[in-house]
């Protein structure tokens, strides 16, 4: 009974081994083959080679919320890191996994003075148009969604240490709730390449109950966690083998 045993545990930790392989030779590649065979996509991760969509984003005059088919400048934009850090002065947009940190982002436009462009209400169609700039690694797709943010911007608009319990909750709130938009993003694209994202219904009547005030929309997009399928089936295949092998001992035991 004991060899038994012993050998399950083996098998167990061979598994293991191999699954950890995997993750270890795989982890964050966004492409959904590897040497050819197709990869397994599975939990949300940190890694400390970059994943990530709007790298060395700076402020841009054409950064805007097309409101009605009428433009409006953003207000303002930036990020919140998992450590809870942000500067207020920084208008850096980055999302997505860069060494070792996820970001997520935010955008704010002003809705107190939509009269001032011809604006009227109420908001039917609303347009996020951002400059894309750099993609990290320039290659692959990434998947970005864009949600409502229960902080007000007021609270989101200061600086915040890391490690600040504010800056951490904020960084969470940016990365969930009610979803206003969900793209792909190729991350092949040039810098200077614009990206138009449509709200649905969902972010556009958040848009009209935020007339007359700042309306912010949070955006997330944490890489995944590729698992290579030839790893899984050399692991499944010692098991498979393994088993074999302790049945016919158990077998041999009993005939004893």
């Known amino acids: 009974m004991k060899k038994i045993v012993l050998s399950l545990k083996f098998l167990v930790a061979i598994f293991l081994i191999n699954v950890m ?10 492409s959904p083959t590897f040497n050819g065979l197709p990869a397994l996509k599975s939990a949300t991760t940190s890694s400390a080679d970059p994943n990530a ?23 303002n934009s930036g990020w919140f890191d998992s450590t809870g850090g942000h500067s207020v002065s920084n208008q850096n947009y980055i999302c997505g996994d860069y060494y070792g940190l996820i970001y997520n ?22 347009v996020l148009h951002i400059n894309r700039y750099y993609s990290e690694p ?8 864009l949600s409502n943010v229960t902080n007000s911007y007021t609270t989101l608009n200061q600086s915040y240490n890391s490690s600040d319990a504010t800056g951490i909750a904020i960084h969470n709130d940016l990365g969930d709730g009610t979803t206003y938009a969900s793209v792909v993003l190729d991350k092949t694209v040039s810098s200077g390449t614009y990206e138009d994202i449509s709200l649905n219904s969902a972010g556009i009547s958040a848009m009209n109950a935020s007339v007359g005030s700042t ?5 997330t997009g944490s890489p995944t966690l590729v698992v290579p399928v030839s790893y899984w089936a050399i692991a499944l295949l010692f098991v498979v083998v393994g088993l074999s092998v302790v049945i016919r001992l158990r077998k041999r035991q009993l005939t004893a």
């Open 53 to 75: 969509v709007f790298s060395s984003s700076d402020p841009d005059v054409n950064n805007a919320f097309i409101i009605n088919g009428i433009t409006v400048p953003l207000l």
């Open 215 to 219: 309306f912010v929309v949070g955006g």
């Open 138 to 145: 320039v290659t692959g797709t990434f998947s970005y969604t």
């Open 105 to 126: 982002n935010f955008f704010a436009v002003d809705l107190s003075n939509l009269s001032n462009y011809g604006i009227t209400t109420p908001i039917t169609s609303a």
């Open 21 to 30: 392989a995997g993750v270890t030779v795989y982890a964050q590649t966004p």
